[in-house]
Each structure stands twice: as structure tokens, then as C-alpha cells.
């Protein structure tokens, strides 16, 4: 009878320990998932920023205010090869709209024209960067890197 009470007890344990696994795999991959769905994020606020970049050619500063803080957690979701190109579409997005703002409140000097070049300059940057995207989100998003 004590053998059955010993088999019983690994018996009981070898469950308890596949039920832990179990849980650990689950855990990892609803890791994953939200890890996932939050780099995601950063991926929709940047292309909603360039696609309004390149729709009405101009932005405001309340959208860039508004990718701004979309994109804040990406230092602790990405490397610094994502956060630094985070940095430059800011940079640009930036310049770009003072760039607007300028030509539209600069009568037509010389000036304006070195304001011109850099706008038109600017806008081929950002929206040449809408097709760059999934190719530099792409190593961050695909599930099974993360295996």
C-alpha cells in the first residue's frame, strides 16, 4: 500500500509540474503578445503621422504633440536603431512645419527660396519614409523572432 501512496504522490507531481509549465508557456506568450501589441502602437502612431504628412503636406503641432506622446514608451520597447529614427522623423516633422509656417508669413525674398528648397526637401524625407516603415519595424513585429 505504500507504493501506491509513493506512486500516487509523483503521479500528483509530475501534473503539478506540467500544469506549471504550462502556465509558464502561457505566460511567455501573453508576453509576447502585449509586448507585441505595444510596439505596434509606436509602428501606427508614426505611419498616422507621415500619412498625414503626406496627404495634405503639412502638419500641426498638435499632431506632432500627439505623435509625441504615442511614441514616448519606445525607449523600453526598441533598440536604439528605432528610437533614434523616432528621434529624426520628430526632428523633421518639426522642422518641417516651421518650415510651412514660415513660407507662409515670408513675403517672396531670397530667402523664401532656401525656405522652399528645405520644405520640398523635408517633405520627400518624411513621406519617402511611409514604404520605409514595415522595413524597420519588421524585425520588432514578426512572433517568431520571438520563439
Avoid: C
Avoid at 123 to 142: C, E, H, I, S, V
Amino acid at each position: 500500500m505504500d507504493d501506491v501512496w509513493k506512486l500516487l504522490t509523483v503521479l500528483l507531481l509530475g501534473f503539478a509540474a506540467y500544469i506549471a509549465y504550462q502556465q509558464f508557456r502561457l505566460g511567455r506568450e501573453k508576453f509576447k503578445l502585449d509586448l507585441f501589441e505595444k510596439r505596434f502602437a509606436v509602428f501606427a502612431a508614426t505611419r498616422r503621422l507621415l500619412s498625414i504628412i503626406l496627404t495634405e503636406a503639412n502638419v500641426s503641432t498638435a499632431q506632432i504633440f500627439e505623435y509625441r506622446a504615442a511614441v514616448a514608451e519606445a525607449t523600453f520597447l526598441f533598440d536604439s536603431d528605432i528610437t533614434d529614427y523616432l528621434e529624426e522623423i520628430d526632428k523633421k516633422a518639426l522642422h518641417f512645419r516651421f518650415t510651412n509656417e514660415q513660407m507662409r508669413v515670408v513675403p517672396a525674398v531670397e530667402n523664401r527660396d532656401k525656405l522652399v528648397e528645405d520644405n520640398y526637401s523635408l517633405l520627400g524625407w518624411l513621406t519617402d519614409q511611409l514604404p520605409m516603415l514595415k522595413l524597420k519595424f519588421a524585425p520588432y513585429l514578426k512572433f517568431h523572432v520571438w520563439s
